[in-house]
């Protein structure tokens, strides 16, 4: 009796090598003699090759490059929701900025370890602080936060440094310089920068490249 696989070996290995090879563009080592059973699991991973090959990123991870970020010649956002010391009292950065200099340092939170130890400090302590001008540290936290914090960080209010809270991120949301911050901070907060401002602009900026760290926005590399 004639068997049902008449060919010989040596062509149906040669056939099937054939027809895998071009259905396979990432050029994986075809297999000879692969089963019936097992086609559809080799069906599969191709299927899930092609997903991965396609897909898109369309979040910005915690270190992610951001898209776009606030630039020299910018002008300091106009924009509410900014407080200091209190809910009643509102501020207004581009109106503090229209005939005078100084430095907008955004944190990525009070009390927490960098921005309470060497961030701000770095600026407090800075023998330059005085002649910088109107300094500003901006955090996306709320009024009675920033309170607490200034009072902890310059109790008698002796360095001039300024804390603003940003409780809706609507400041850091005009700059681009917010990030997700979910996972901890419960929502989003701002990267860790500081802004040169003269005039009512923007004229340098340090921004942290990789958001949160502390270098290039320390105050010795941005008063000098």
Known sequence: QTPIFAHSPTKRTTRRRRSTANRNPLNIEATTGTSRTQAPYTMAFRASLRRVALARPTVRGFHSTPRALVEAG??????????????GNTV????????????????????????????????????????AGRVFVVSVN???????????????????????????????????VGFD????????????????????????????????GADVSMAEKVLG
């Not at 911050?181 to 990789?210: C, M, N, W």
């Open 74 to 87: 910018d002008k300091v956002p106009d924009v509410g929701g900014l407080f200091e010391g209190s809910p």
């Open 142 to 176: 709320d009024p009675f936060v920033m309170k607490a914090w200034s009072e902890q960080l310059d109790p008698t209010g002796e360095t001039g440094i300024r804390f603003i809270a940003d409780p809706t991120a609507e400041f850091t949301k005009a700059l681009d």
């Open 181 to 212: 911050g979910t996972a901890i901070f419960g929502g989003i907060r701002s990267q860790r920068y500081a802004l040169k401002v003269e005039d009512g602009k923007v004229t340098e900026t340090h921004i942290e490249p990789d958001g949160t």
């Open 92 to 131: 207004s950065l581009a109106d503090e900025f229209k005939t005078s200099n100084g430095y907008i340092v955004g944190v990525p939170g009070a009390f927490t370890g960098t921005c309470s130890s060497k961030h701000v400090p770095s600026y407090m302590n800075h023998p330059n602080l005085k002649k």
